[in-house]
Each structure stands twice: as structure tokens, then as C-alpha cells.
């Protein structure tokens, strides 16, 4: 069963526009680390952050923002003031401690595109 | 200085041939990993290592077999190649196995079966 739900396929803006990712995980673990990864038109994945269970507080890091709510089991991602070189594929992963030797188990991933 | 590399980046090959995709890091990591993106860019993992030794082995045909000459190195060799083979193949490596570790991905290897 799938256990990172990205439910939005694709989505479009124009430049400067913000753009919110979803992601959704299912785990029984108490302690798990939740990862977003960039996969840009040229195919390479990009570490983006990674945030563990016990860590609810959230995080910007220059136009990127995460938002980490365990009462609903989402770590949301925004793009802030969007520009065209963050269209890319972005994936949501989880890692969990007491099943998986730190295997990353992926969403579906969201196409971004940004149009200027 | 290429942290996580893989050889070759393409690889166009045809149903029934046998391959392999060779990676390196050079970043001291103990832990490597495989993973398959297939046409529809989800990303699954097949293989992992520790220190050289299989830790994790996912649902894979066994005509995938990975090996670990040393903890820099993990290639992926394919026998009989099918057509649902087809994908991109990425490395990874961890400085451990385990989810405080983050992981480094190589840029890939497309392989096409026809």
C-alpha cells in the first residue's frame, strides 16, 4: 500500500505565483523522518529537507517553506513568489526507523510548472 | 568530484541482453542503494547495502542482482533484459542505513530495452 500520497498530479502557475504541494504519509512508527526531493527537467534528484517526527516546528529556507503537522499526517510544501527554474518534479518520501534500513519510500511526485 | 556517479548514463539494449550499471561514491558513505523510476517517474527502491552486506532486497526479479565489490561501489547487474525493464536506475548513498541520514543520489542511468 502506498504510504506518501501526493494527490496533485501537476500544477501550473505564472511566475511569482505561490504554489502549496501536498503531501500525505501513513506510518505506525513513532519515530520516522519525512524528506522532499527536486527532480529537475535534466533528471537529477536534489536533496531539498528532511524533518523528523519529533520536529513539528516548521521551516523556510529562502522562498522554500515546509509545514509539518503530525495531527494530520502532512508535510506540506510552498513555493513562495514562484520562478520559472523551480519547475520540476517534486517528490515527498518517508523513512521509517523500525521497518525499512532507511529506505525511502516515494509519492507520486508533482509536476510544477512555472510559466513566466 | 562527482559525489554519487553512475556508468553509463544511457544505455539502449535489446530484449534477452545481459547488463550492468556500475556506481561509485566518494563520499566515505557505508550505505548504498538502488532505486527504479519508471515511465511515470515514481520511484521505487530494489537493493540496498551496509558495509557491503544486502539489507534490504525488495520484490525484484532475480534476474537483478546487485553487488558490492567494496563500500564505494555497488553495481547492478540485469540478465535477459525484458521490456518492462525500462526505466531510470538511480544509486544512492547514505553515511548509514536509517532515516536521520540523508541520502545522495547518483544522476542516473536511463536504460531502454527494445
Known amino acids: 500500500a502506498q504510504k506518501v500520497t501526493q494527490a496533485q498530479t501537476e500544477i501550473s502557475v505564472v511566475e511569482k505565483e505561490d504554489v502549496t504541494l501536498d503531501c500525505v504519509y501513513e506510518?505506525?512508527?513513532?519515530?520516522?523522518?519525512l524528506f522532499w526531493y527536486k527532480q529537475p527537467p535534466s533528471g537529477e534528484l536534489v536533496f531539498l529537507i528532511r524533518r523528523n517526527s519529533f520536529d513539528e516546528q516548521n521551516e523556510i529556507s529562502g522562498r522554500y517553506s515546509w509545514n509539518f503537522q503530525k495531527s494530520t499526517s502532512s508535510f506540506n510544501f510552498t513555493i513562495t513568489a514562484s520562478q520559472v527554474v523551480d519547475s520540476a518534479v517534486y517528490f515527498c518520501?518517508?523513512?521509517?526507523?523500525?521497518?525499512?534500513?532507511?529506505?525511502?519510500?516515494f509519492g507520486a511526485g508533482t509536476q510544477v510548472v512555472v510559466t513566466p | 568530484d562527482t559525489a554519487v556517479s553512475q556508468t553509463p548514463k544511457y544505455l539502449v539494449t535489446q530484449m534477452g541482453n545481459d547488463k550492468s550499471i556500475k556506481c561509485e561514491q566518494n563520499l566515505g558513505h557505508d550505505t548504498m542503494y538502488w532505486y527504479k523510476q519508471d515511465s511515470k517517474k515514481f520511484l521505487k527502491i530494489m537493493f540496498s547495502?551496509?558495509?557491503?552486506?544486502?539489507?534490504i532486497n525488495e520484490t525484484v526479479p532475480n534476474r537483478f542482482s546487485p553487488k558490492s565489490p567494496d563500500k564505494a561501489h555497488l553495481n547492478l547487474h540485469i540478465n535477459s533484459l525484458e521490456l518492462g525493464d525500462s526505466a531510470v536506475y538511480f544509486c544512492?548513498?547514505?553515511?548509514?542505513?536509517?532515516?536521520?541520514?540523508?541520502?545522495?543520489f547518483g544522476p542516473g542511468t536511463r536504460l531502454t530495452v527494445t
Open positions: 544512492a548513498s547514505s553515511q548509514e542505513p536509517g532515516g536521520p541520514y540523508e541520502q545522495y
Open positions: 518520501a518517508l523513512s521509517e526507523v523500525a521497518d525499512s534500513w532507511g529506505k525511502l519510500q
Open positions: 547495502y551496509n558495509n557491503k552486506e544486502l539489507i
Open positions: 506510518t505506525r512508527d513513532t519515530t520516522y523522518y
